[in-house]
């Protein structure tokens, strides 16, 4: 090998370069106290998902949607046979809660995923394609992003009639991408730059190849710290779209519970009903803000607290 | 009566590596109407000595030990009131990195007028914005370009503002901080004469901080050549530029390209510079010394006069 | 001047925008699965209205036409008719929008200037208590669920301790009475708006609180801060002349970015305090099928997105004159 080609020879980042930095990331995580908190706020709404599929199990009258006490059939206070008491129709409403963290982890997760995978395509393409298909799926991004989703998601269930609760996360999933494919692109112009993608270039890569092999892997610890935005996102407005009546009626979520609370008119005399949906819908979105700040420090070397002087 | 007379300055920051001291034992003297020239590499301590001068060091930073007498009073004894007054109106300071020395959003003209307003109660807005006048014809910024904001002034003028601004108040003393390392060599050259003549003019005493001994060399009666915190040599401007004695002054002139003279090939010092938290016991520069003596390693270097005003920090000389 | 040209750059990318905006709703009320004739006009009219309806939105002619006369009506102020209340579409939205702008401009501005505000003295007391207190109520309140809070207020404040009314924007008493001058029905639409302003004010504001924060830590690292404590200037004049308005910009551009979730807020207070605005128009139209007025409604929401937008910008512009010139 000549002189000139071992120059050429420029060294690409390890194949998975954001494995070692998450382990680096992970110990700095640690310290924050934020984060940890947040995290574990988050365990705690995981294992109720987990435990949502208990209380059927115990007894049917514990069904969420469908399980009736034969003994009750309004509203009642907290008692031991209903540790946070029932709603209108008899049902046992700590399941419901338990049910409702189940559903929103799969709301925020699943639309959280689709949108940052979307946006990170999108991303991706428009910060390596430039000119005239960055320009469009720009401006594309600005028009959706004015958009305010929970009116979008009423006026689309205007028009088809109910929705089920995939429908909705896809829906809220097409209205979030814009946010996270601006960040991407950036990234990605920013990368598009660095020799090691010159070298590729050179070498006779063919872009998808780039893109795939050289790009993604350093814009996705990136992505993964947006997820976590989008999920609180998503939670709360399919948590309003219930709410507001609209949500998939097959469904037990908090905004639903809500939603009955309102409407029955027992939300002055029943606190027990009241209270837990709200505390967790504001617990859980505190939770992921918490955990997206310390993935924050993480992934901004500037704003580590160890770093500041004063 | 010498103007600043800097007794054993000794600088220190406290970092999360350690506490380590920025500068050391530094002393020097200047007169009314001189002007000094500190060089040295980056991290050197040139722009902390600066700073520790007007009292600006960032809160991780203090003086630990020395005096700095400026006109007979000792600036470490006084209060954050005392000093606020001297800043700007006895000592200005022209920054380094200037780009980003003026605030965005306020029009130039009345930044400049605010430095006046500040000292002088009894000057009115319209009083002050017709100094600024002046002072912008004395640098050479036309008058119209008063109302303008910094990000509508080339490199250039936005150096010169920032000489205006520091001459608002007829300091006594200004310190210029790599004043022109962000321009282009031509307007770099225009700006040091104008300098020049604003010093005679004015009978302003200038310390010069640069990296680049040759525009120290232009600009400066003395010069001081700072390494790792340290004053290692010291002298009259020919002495130094043209005799250096010290071995890491000889390395530095011969890091640079001359034009007239032979044709050498520039020679970069290797190594790095020590490191402050753990200072070396001997002398600092010994690890790149071209010429380290037997005991340089393990004993400080003592202060050798060489001619008249010239010193160096040095063993071997 | 930079400005007009600016604003009106601005003005044309907006109009653009809402364009593909009434035109997407076009086709999916045309489009969608379903009659669309349904979703135009009222079942339960005449067949004469109905006809002549049906003639007046051209829905029986091509698609292209249709879209045509679509555009046309919108200029011209035609909604159709509302299935719900029975009048022209216009009238009610017209009715309802200075309620919710309000409401709306009314909560922005408050939860802006206090949380610059609170956001600039959280950033003085960095790492100290006072600092540590309002970050954390910042983040709380911010991540509250808006309906549920508004719930609460509703039943802490009016129904137990009866302070305010439960819903609503006026009292019937006092606007009848033909005696009632301007102030009194003034203080009494003020009166109902002390809850719902509450409820958006409070999620609001924290998100600028922290922006201006950190804002304020990033600005005075910067070097002309460092110039203005060497020209002797006091610590109290350096933070608020010269740190602050640089430190106040990136609150304003995050305005601008939340507007669409502001207005998702003012939507869901409307609806929770009974407050006569477009947000809760939509919302029932939805819930009754009432095609025309669900449609127009979300149009006129549309256009105050931009609206606020195109002013957030100009306003950005103002302040920062390294965009003017």
Known sequence: MTNAEQKMRVKAPARFPWFESFLEGWSIFKQNLLGKIGLSLLVMFALMAICSYIPPLINPMYNPMTGVDPDILGCT???????????????DILSQLLAGARVAFMVGVSAAVMSVALGTAVGMTAGYMG??????????????????????????????????????????????????????????????????????????????????????????????????????????????????????????????????????????????????????????????YMLGRAMDEVLDPRLRKEDQTD | ?????????????????????????????????????????????KTTMGMALMGLLPPNGSVREGQIIFEDKDLLEMSPEQIRRVRWRKIAMIFQAAMNALNPVQRVGGQVAEAMLVHDDSLGEEEAMVKVEELFDLVGIPRDRMIDYPHQYSG?????????????????????????????????????????????????????????????????????????????????????????????????????????????????????TPNLVTPPAGCRFCDRCTQPGTTCKTEPPEWVAISGEHKALCCRC | MELRRYITGRLMQITLIFFVILTVLFLLFRLAPGDPVTRMVDPDMTQEDSDRLIAELGLDQPLGVQYVIYVKNFFMGRFGYSFHYGEPVVDII???????????????????????????????????????????????????????????????????????????????????????????????????????????????FGAYLLIMRSSMLETLKEDYILTARAKGLEEKTIRNHHAAPNAALPVVTSIGLSLAFSINGGALTETVFTWPGIGRELVSAVSQNDYPLAQASFLLIAIVVLLSNLVVDVLYAYLDPRIRY
């Open chain 1, 77 to 91: 206070g907290p008692s031991w046979k209903h540790w946070l008491g029932t709603d209108f129709m008899g049902r």
């Open chain 1, 131 to 288: 000119k005239f298909a960055d320009t469009v799926l720009m401006r594309l991004a600005d028009m959706i992003m004015v958009m305010p989703t929970l009116l979008v998601v009423l006026l689309l269930a205007a028009v088809f009639g109910q929705l089920n609760i995939w429908t909705i996360v896809l829906i809220i999933a097409l209205f979030r991408w814009p946010g996270v494919s601006r960040i991407i692109r950036g990234q990605t112009l920013t990368l598009k730059q660095r020799p090691f993608v010159e070298a590729a270039k050179v070498a006779g890569a063919s872009h998808m190849r780039i893109i795939f092999r050289h790009i993604m892997p350093n814009v996705l610890p990136l992505a993964f710290l947006f997820m976590t935005f989008r999920v609180t996102s998503a939670i709360i407005t399919e948590a309003a779209l219930a709410f507001l009546g609209f949500g998939d009626p097959g469904t037990v979520s908090w905004g639903m519970m809500l939603q009955w609370v309102w409407k029955t008119g027992n939300m002055f005399q029943a606190p027990y009903w009241l209270l837990p949906p709200g505390i967790c819908i504001s617990l859980i979105t505190l939770s992921f």
């Open chain 2, 1 to 45: 009566m010498p103007l600043l007379n800097v007794k054993n300055l000794t600088v220190g920051y406290n970092t999360k590596h350690g506490s380590l001291k920025a500068v050391d034992g530094v002393n020097f003297t200047l007169e009314e109407g001189e002007s000094l020239g500190f060089v040295g590499e980056s991290g050197c301590g």
């Open chain 2, 156 to 272: 250039g003028m936005k150096q010169r503002a920032v000489i205006a601004m520091a001459l608002a108040c007829q300091p006594k003393l200004i310190i210029a901080d790599e004043p022109t390392t962000a321009l282009d060599v031509i307007v770099q050259d225009q700006i040091l004469e104008e300098m020049k003549q604003l010093q005679k003019e004015f009978n302003l005493s200038i310390i010069f901080i640069s990296h680049d001994i040759s525009i120290v060399a232009d600009m400066c009666h003395d010069i001081g050549v700072m390494y790792a915190g340290q004053l290692v040599e010291y002298g009259p401007r020919e002495a130094v530029f043209e005799s250096p004695v010290h071995p890491y002054t000889k390395a530095l002139l011969s890091s640079f390209p001359t034009l007239t003279g032979e044709k050498t090939d520039l020679v970069p010092i290797p190594g790095e």
């Open chain 3, 94 to 204: 017209w009715s309802r929008l200075p309620n919710t702008v309000l409401l709306f401009t009314t909560s922005i501005i408050l939860s802006a200037l206090v949380g610059i505000f609170l956001g600039k003295i959280a950033s003085w007391h960095k790492g100290k208590k006072l600092d540590s207190f309002m970050t954390l109520g910042a983040l709380v309140t911010h991540t509250l669920f808006l309906p549920w809070l508004a719930l609460l207020l509703i039943w802490v404040f009016a129904y137990k301790l009866g302070w305010f009314p439960i819903t609503g924007m006026i009292s019937e008493e006092v606007w009848l009475d033909p005696e009632s001058g301007f102030v009194a029905k003034a203080l009494d639409v003020m009166y109902h708006m002390v809850l719902p302003l509450s409820t958006l004010f409070l999620i609001h």
